[in-house]
């Protein structure tokens, strides 16, 4: 790993950046954190690095970090699982969101990346989360539940059907959650229908669409508190 100190210009330290670094370190820092309230292991200072590796890599990063959950999750709590995935996508944690947004990495790793996301659902909350529905509060004690439910809310892209050079990037957020709402379990479903909840803004004939024919075969065998949120989600009325 290479590191660079961050100096006022008194020289006094005031912190730490990182501008080179493995995918297993990469692993390392944004998993192997004390178990805390989430969030603050991101407090950012002398003792906790700045991630500051070409954004390009850290896309391919976040992409391969998705596509190989089922590798790395049993080294780590949940809670230490919850807030590495939080990182990676919140621009409240930092700024590596920027790997689904910035134009100036290729859009063959930012797709990737998007594209990962349908591995996330499948390898990693699928078998971590408790089945039940976070906007009834029925999953509260698993941090995990928390930020499959939120994915969407807080992933820093959201549908912009009116500007047509964004269409091929929304056509993939919206395949992403059209695969990840087949996921048989309530939590996936859940989070992928807030996700079309709040696209539907947007896309709401689309959404609809994706809502009904992803459903429309398992509708007989779901609880009728999540056909109530599917129909919600229809028209964009999720919270």
């Known amino acids: 790993m290479k590191t660079e100190v961050i100096r006022w210009a008194d020289g006094q330290v ?3 950046r990182i501008l080179e670094a493995t995918f ?9 954190r004390p178990d805390g309230e989430l969030g ?30 089922k590798t790395w999750t049993k080294r780590y709590s949940v809670k230490q699982i919850a807030d590495g995935i ?13 790997v689904f947004t910035d134009d100036a990495i290729p859009w063959d790793d930012r797709r990737r990346a998007i594209q990962a996301i349908t591995t996330l659902y499948r390898d990693c909350f699928q078998i971590l989360c408790e089945p039940g529905l976070s906007h009834l509060n029925e ?6 539940n928390g930020v499959c439910y939120m994915f969407w ?4 892209i959201y549908g912009q059907a009116e500007d047509k050079t964004l269409k091929e990037r929304d056509d993939e957020c919206l395949r992403v959650m059209e695969r990840t709402l087949q996921i048989d379990h309530e939590a996936c ?21 994706i809502i009904e024919q992803s459903l429309k075969t398992v509708r007989k065998r779901l609880r009728p ?11 964009g009325n999720v919270l």
């Open 189 to 209: 479903r859940e989070s992928s229908l807030h996700g079309l909840g709040h696209w539907a803004l947007s896309y709401r004939a689309r959404a609809s669409s």
């Open 225 to 235: 508190e999540l056909l109530s949120y599917a129909d919600r989600a229809k028209s």
């Open 24 to 32: 297993d370190e990469w692993l390392t820092y944004i998993f192997e």
């Open 14 to 16: 005031i912190g730490e």
């Open 40 to 69: 603050t292991h991101w407090s950012f200072g002398e003792k906790i690095p700045y991630w500051e590796v070409d954004a390009t890599i850290t896309s391919r990063y976040v992409a391969q970090t998705y596509e190989e959950s």
């Open 86 to 98: 939080s990182f990676t996508h919140s621009s409240s944690l930092g700024d590596v969101f920027a």
């Open 139 to 144: 999953c509260s004690k698993n941090p995990l």
């Open 153 to 156: 809310d807080i992933f820093p």
